[in-house]
C-alpha cells in the first residue's frame, strides 16, 4: 500500500488551526451527492500530507441536519483517504466525564431521522455490520497514543446523536442517562455509517463543553457567563485533540495494516451485481469499484 492520507473531520475551532499551516491548500471535489460542506484543505503535519474538512463549512453556516455527510465522505473516498478522525462538540452525560476532557466515544445510539445515511439508496442494496460503529484499530492507536501525554482522555463512551439544532429538554437528557448514554452530541450520525459503507476507519474524538441540561447550573450564574465558560471548556478541548491528532501522524504514517473497516461491503452487497445498472456502478465507483471490476 502506497502513502496514504488520513483525514480530519471537525469544526471551526480545530478547522481554524489547520488553515493556519503556512503549506496548506485547498481542494474542491465533484461529487454525485453534490458540493461538500466546504473546500478540502491539505496540509502536512510532522511530514505526513493530512486533510481537513470543515463539517460545518467555512463561517459554520450548515447546521447539523443539513451538513452534506454523503457528499463529505465521498469526496474524501475520492481522494484515496482511508482513515479518518472526527472531532465533535458534546455536551457530557455523567458527572466523571468533565468538559474540557476528551473521549474516544466507542458506542452510539442514533436518534437522528432527517438525513439520509447511506449511500445506497439507489438500483444497489447494501448491508453493513454497525455493532462496533467506530473502527476499533483507529480508536486503538488514538487511545495509546494518548497514554504517552498528560491529556485527560476517557477510553470509551456512548454518544448519543440526536437531530437537533435545539438542544435536549431537561426530561430526554435525564433519559439519555437512562439509556447509558454518556455524551450528546448531533454530528456523528450518519458520518460514521457513511465511512463505514466508503470502507474507511472512523474514530471520533469527541470534545465535551459543558454537562448538558441535567446538572444545575451555579447559583446566580447569568446566560453570558454560562456562554463564555462553555466557548472556554471549547478552546481548551479543541487545544487537547490538536496535540492528540499531531502527535498521533507519526503513527499512523507507519501502519498500513489492512483493517476490517476497510473490507465493509465485501459481504455486505446483496443485489446480484449482475442486474446492477452500469450507470449506477459508475456512480459509485469510488466506493464499489472494486466489486465490480468485470466490463468497466
Known amino acids: 500500500m502506497g502513502a496514504e492520507k488520513p483525514a480530519f473531520i471537525?469544526?471551526?475551532?480545530?478547522?481554524?488551526?489547520?488553515?493556519?499551516?503556512?503549506?496548506?491548500?485547498?481542494?474542491?471535489?465533484?461529487?454525485?451527492?453534490?458540493?461538500?460542506?466546504?473546500?478540502?484543505?491539505?496540509?502536512?503535519?510532522?511530514?505526513?500530507?493530512?486533510?481537513?474538512?470543515?463539517?460545518?463549512?467555512?463561517?459554520?453556516?450548515?447546521?447539523?441536519?443539513?451538513?452534506?455527510?454523503?457528499?463529505?465522505?465521498f469526496a474524501l473516498k475520492k481522494l484515496g483517504v482511508t482513515r479518518i478522525i472526527a472531532t465533535?462538540?458534546?455536551?457530557?452525560?455523567?458527572?466523571?466525564?468533565?468538559?474540557?476532557?476528551?473521549?474516544?466515544?466507542?458506542q452510539v445510539i442514533d436518534k437522528t431521522h432527517r438525513r439520509v445515511g447511506t449511500f445506497f439508496d439507489d438500483g444497489i442494496v447494501a448491508h453493513i455490520e454497525m455493532a462496533d460503529p467506530f473502527c476499533p484499530s483507529l480508536r486503538e492507536t488514538l487511545?495509546?497514543?494518548?497514554?504517552?501525554?498528560?491529556?485527560?482522555?476517557?477510553?470509551g463512551g456512548t454518544y448519543v446523536c440526536m437531530e437537533g439544532p435545539q438542544f435536549s429538554t431537561r426530561a430526554e437528557s435525564h433519559m439519555?442517562?437512562?439509556?447509558?448514554g454518556d455524551l450528546i452530541g448531533m454530528t456523528v450520525m450518519p458520518e460514521a455509517k457513511l465511512a463505514r459503507e466508503a470502507e474507511m476507519c472512523y474514530a471520533l474524538i469527541a470534545l465535551p463543553t459543558d454537562y448538558d441540561c441535567w446538572r444545575p447550573h451555579a447559583e446566580g450564574a447569568d446566560k453570558s457567563?454560562?456562554?463564555?465558560?462553555?466557548?472556554?471548556?471549547?478552546?481548551?478541548?479543541?487545544?487537547?485533540?490538536?496535540?492528540?491528532?499531531?502527535?498521533?501522524?507519526?503513527?499512523?504514517a507507519a501502519s498500513h495494516g489492512n483493517c476490517d473497516c476497510q473490507n465493509a461491503l465485501a459481504m455486505g452487497i446483496w443485489s446480484d451485481k449482475t442486474g446492477v445498472d452500469r450507470a449506477t456502478v459508475q456512480r459509485l465507483h469510488p466506493l464499489i469499484g472494486r466489486y465490480f471490476s468485470e466490463g468497466l
Not at 42 to 59: Q, T
Not at 88 to 106: K, M, N, T
Not at 143 to 155: A, F, G, M, N
Not at 237 to 249: G, N
Request: glycine share 10%; aromatic share 4%.
Open 88 to 106: 465533535g462538540a458534546v455536551g457530557s452525560l455523567q458527572e466523571r466525564i468533565e468538559p474540557g476532557h476528551l473521549v474516544l466515544a466507542d
Open 143 to 155: 487511545l495509546q497514543t494518548s497514554r504517552e501525554t498528560d491529556l485527560k482522555v476517557h477510553d
Open 176 to 180: 439519555h442517562q437512562m439509556w447509558g
Open 225 to 252: 457567563t454560562l456562554l463564555q465558560e462553555i466557548i472556554g471548556n471549547m478552546k481548551v478541548a479543541c487545544t487537547a485533540a490538536t496535540r492528540l491528532i499531531e502527535s498521533v501522524i507519526p503513527k499512523l
Open 10 to 73: 471537525g469544526g471551526s475551532g480545530i478547522g481554524e488551526t489547520f488553515a493556519q499551516r503556512a503549506d496548506v491548500r485547498e481542494i474542491v471535489v465533484d461529487t454525485p451527492f453534490g458540493p461538500p460542506s466546504g473546500p478540502i484543505l491539505e496540509s502536512e503535519i510532522e511530514g505526513v500530507s493530512c486533510l481537513f474538512l470543515s463539517r460545518h463549512g467555512p463561517g459554520h453556516h450548515l447546521n447539523p441536519s443539513t451538513v452534506p455527510y454523503r457528499a463529505n465522505i
